[in-house]
């Protein structure tokens, strides 16, 4: 299969990834780590990229709510959690040497830009890296759907969903059956029937209706997110039939 030549990504990195080996909270030395391969792979390349970074790793909206909490409050401290950890990976990038600027659905002037799409637009073709915080400001929306729906604004060739102890997309849980396939290449409505889980219906939907590949690959070896951004053969890739 030919090389994939991206121009600008979206990059989906999961809040469980920044707590590292503690499975809770911020490790800066992982996000550090982080930071450090996504500076040379701006430095190094000519690629425009954008982050969207959950906030598992200090809240997940969803639990709050099946312990009884309103959703809708559950999900906003989930858009809070995901603000934290933009500003985590702005000031570790910005240590790398790399600008950044950090956009949030939810207004607060104080620490981050409004997201403008027009602006995110204008950063990225000044090489600065933008962070997407605070999911899209509404309940009942996943950080996936903002990865997919900021992907489709700012016309981006792909997005990268880099995941935590999964190199790809299997047909059950390789954690636990041994016998799980992986799968090297899917389609939108593979995902969608088969029920995979790669992200919500609603992101996939979006994927498929702007025609936005997703390579799904892990983020727990080195070096992979550079391989992923330079279009080479890693993880899964879901695209259109």
Request: glycine share 8%; net charge negative.
């Amino acid at each position: 299969m030919a090389k994939r030549n991206f121009r600008r990504i979206v990059l989906k990195l999961s809040g469980e990834a920044l707590a590292g080996e503690q499975g809770f909270g911020i490790n800066p030395d992982v996000v550090e780590e982080f930071a450090k391969e996504i500076a040379v792979l701006a430095k190094s390349t000519d690629l425009e990229i954008a982050i969207v970074v959950g906030g598992g790793n200090l809240w997940r909206g969803l639990a709050g709510s099946n312990q009884g909490m309103d959703r809708a409050t559950a999900d906003y401290m989930g858009m809070l959690a995901t603000v934290m950890n933009s500003l985590a990976l702005q000031d570790a990038l910005e240590q790398a040497g790399v600008d950044t600027r950090v956009q949030t659905a939810i207004e607060m002037q104080e620490i981050a830009e409004p997201y403008i799409r027009r602006r995110a637009i204008r950063h990225l073709e000044k090489k600065r890296i933008v962070i997407f915080g605070a999911g899209l400001g509404k309940p009942y929306f996943s950080t996936d759907t903002t990865a997919a729906l900021r992907a489709a604004e700012i016309e981006a060739d792909a997005i990268l969903m880099a995941k935590k102890f999964a190199d790809g997309v299997y047909d059950s849980d390789p954690k636990t059956n041994p016998n799980a396939v992986k799968f090297d290449e899917l389609t939108y409505n593979d995902i969608i029937t088969k029920e995979l889980k790669v992200m919500d219906a609603t992101s996939t939907t979006l994927c498929k209706d702007n025609n936005i590949p997703i390579i799904v690959f892990s983020m727990d070896i080195p070096g992979n997110i550079t391989k992923a951004a330079k279009g080479e053969e890693i993880g899964t890739i879901v695209r259109g039939e």
